[in-house]
């Protein structure tokens, strides 16, 4: 009777700790606002990107965008598919091609390219991001620090520092 009891004591304090953990952690949609901060953010500034490249003031002569996260990772499609009617076009970095030639080629496209990266985000408020970016292209890249911030339900590049250029 003695080890039931033992048991059953064990099994509530084992209970206990997972129901205080449970509600220790944030709620789903918490986590999903989030989430979704985050996309909106990274939309924000491969649009500032785009409306603001010119790395050493050099011409806007690309023929096509490719979108990375981090060191050439795929952004979500879902977050590509925003640009669709994007001109030049705009892609996943998978869609790089790697063959020695100097320059950023398209897998199918013609021509050159530009990637745009963001390399970290970093929440300073509830409504103010840091984010470090990087635009590449043929001879010459530039990084960025951005400052974002939510201004009613939209997130704007409020600033955009010239960090280096290569």
């Known amino acids: 009777m003695k080890s039931l009891s033992r048991s059953a004591a064990a099994l509530a304090l084992a209970m206990g700790f997972t129901l205080a953990c449970a509600s220790s952690h944030p709620h789903t949609s918490a986590t999903a606002d989030v989430k979704s901060d985050e996309f909106e953010i990274t939309e924000a500034v491969f649009r500032h990107q785009l409306d603001h490249d010119e790395p050493a003031r050099m011409p806007r002569t690309f023929d096509f965008v490719l979108l990375s996260l981090s060191e050439l990772h795929n952004p979500p499609p879902d977050l590509v598919a925003r640009f669709s009617d994007q001109a030049p076009p705009v ?9 020695g030639q100097r320059g950023i080629h398209h897998k199918t496209r013609p021509g050159r390219g530009i990637i745009l990266i963001m390399k970290s985000l970093r929440r300073l408020a509830p409504n103010r991001f840091e984010v470090e970016g990087e635009l590449r292209r043929d001879g010459c890249s530039t990084g960025h620090r951005y400052l974002v911030e939510r201004r009613g339900d939209s997130w704007i590049v409020a600033s955009d520092d010239l960090e280096w250029i290569t």
């Open 91 to 99: 892609d996943s970095v998978s869609e790089l091609r790697i063959d």
